[in-house]
T-cell receptor, first 115, second 112 residues
Framework: AAGVIQSPRHLIKEKRETATLKCYPI?????VYWYQQGPGQDPQFLIS???????DKGSIPDRFSAQQFSDYHSELNMSSLELGDSALYFC??????????????FGSGTQLSVL | LAKTTQPISMDSYEGQEVNITCSHN???????ITWYQQFPSQGPRFIIQ???TKVTNEVASLFIPADRKSSTLSLPRVSLSDTAVYYC????FGVGYSTLTFGKGTMLLVSP
């Protein structure tokens, strides 16, 4: 079965550079979530989109922005990178079915290292 | 979102049954209980979800007492590959509801 695809798998950037992470949800899924997980930390919710509109916002820095495109893929844009942005970034997708039964399917993540 | 409390870590041996209990004293009437599993450097994976009594699937069982103030994830006959972090989440999750928010999970270490 098709899974959530994230690219790139690994990314190395310098401080103050920009980075773009991509996420391709499971076909027919209409909702995309972005999470950040630092070393030894629990996943922290950043932002989500439903039908190409922002659905919810978590602890996403102002330096980050994201969007969901017409084909439902999503991109997380990160600017003015800081050392503390080094983390594993997960994308998850789901099919919004009206509440409690919503199950999130996570990708394998993008490991971002800021040097 | 209901606050949850679960052990930071647990140890087990291959072939044993593992029970991880999650406390959620302020669970709301409409809240569901959901468990996710996360292997190192991988995204979390949905394991099981329930509202009350008992739910069983091919991976695990979820026991929920009548007062719903706690729940127990039961993993039968664990193997080394069950070593992972297990997250208990309580709420109504979905578009227009709460967003899945991970708290402190339980690190399960299975030894030979």
């Amino acid at each position: 079965a098709a899974g959530v695809i994230q690219s790139p798998r690994h990314l190395i950037k310098e401080k103050r550079e920009t980075a773009t992470l991509k996420c391709y949800p499971i076909p027919r899924h209409d909702t995309v979530y972005w999470y950040q997980q630092g070393p030894g930390q629990d996943p922290q919710f950043l932002i989500s989109f439903y039908e190409k509109m922002q659905s919810d916002k978590g602890s996403i820095p102002d330096r980050f922005s994201a969007q969901q495109f017409s084909d439902y893929h999503s991109e997380l844009n990160m600017s003015s990178l800081e050392l503390g942005d080094s983390a594993l970034y997960f994308c998850a997708s789901s099919l919004a079915e009206g509440g409690a039964y919503e199950k999130l399917f996570f990708g394998s993540g993008t490991q971002l290292s800021v040097l | 979102l209901a606050k949850t409390t679960q052990p930071i870590s647990m140890d087990s041996y291959e072939g044993q049954e593992v029970n991880i209990t999650c406390s959620h004293n302020n669970i709301a009437t409409n809240d569901y209980i959901t468990w996710y599993q996360q292997f190192p450097s991988q995204g979390p994976r949905f394991i099981i979800q329930g509202y009350k009594t008992k739910v069983t699937n091919e991976v695990a069982s979820l026991f929920i007492p009548a007062d719903r103030k706690s729940s127990t994830l039961s993993l039968p006959r664990v193997s080394l590959s069950d070593t992972a972090v297990y997250y208990c989440l309580v709420g109504v999750f979905g578009v227009g509801y709460s967003t899945l928010t991970f708290g402190k999970g339980t690190m399960l270490l299975v030894s030979p």
